[in-house]
């Protein structure tokens, strides 16, 4: 038995007692935390690999809604939602997985939202070396609709602007009509 599935066996004997009902629920839930939290494994230089392409694209390219699932590192309760993501090419682009995969690399950890935002924009930005990024992110907090103050409907948005983007108010605006939820 690994640490988590120890740790986890504890938390089901605190609530439920010593059962033979949820005997490989620590197994099975140790699986599934070491997979919604692979983030940790990722690194983006890696995730993006070779696929990066040159082009004369000068404009904004942008990925709209790329749903994310993520843990509130204050409760590690889900936090679920959508990221936008735009970027004006310098020469060369990433292949539009990539920047899902991104998303995931920071995601797939326990979080903050406004971390998580400037983490995605500062790993394009890295990668890619554009003008600008500009990110955008909605998240439901389970942690706001389920326990606490219990407001079912409320949802915290994030954006993050780098280069051209912060410096320009066309260039943000822009971004942020072609992204609204």
Do not use: W
Not at 16 to 32: C, F, M, Q, V, W
Not at 64 to 76: D, T
């Amino acid at each position: 038995m690994d640490k988590v599935e120890r740790y986890i066996k504890g938390i089901v004997e605190e609530f439920e007692g010593k059962t033979d009902r949820l005997k490989d629920t620590p197994k099975r839930a140790s699986k599934a935390y070491r997979e919604l939290l692979d983030g940790y494994k990722q690194n983006p230089d890696e995730v993006v690999g070779n696929a990066i392409y040159q082009s004369r694209m000068d404009d904004i390219v942008i990925m709209k809604n790329i749903s994310f699932e993520s843990f509130c590192e204050h409760h590690m309760i889900a936090v679920t939602g959508y990221v936008s993501v735009g970027y004006i090419p310098n020469g060369t682009i990433v292949g539009a997985s990539k920047l899902a995969r991104i998303v995931d690399c920071f995601s797939h950890r326990f979080q903050l939202q406004e971390r998580l935002t400037m983490e995605i924009a500062d790993a394009v930005q890295n990668v890619l070396n554009p003008k600008g990024v500009a990110v955008y992110v909605s998240g439901k907090h389970f942690c706001i609709s389920k326990r606490g103050v219990k407001k079912q409907e409320a949802s915290l948005t994030t954006r993050y602007f780098l280069g051209e983007f912060k410096q320009n108010a066309a260039l943000r605006n822009e971004f942020l009509t072609s992204v609204a939820f």
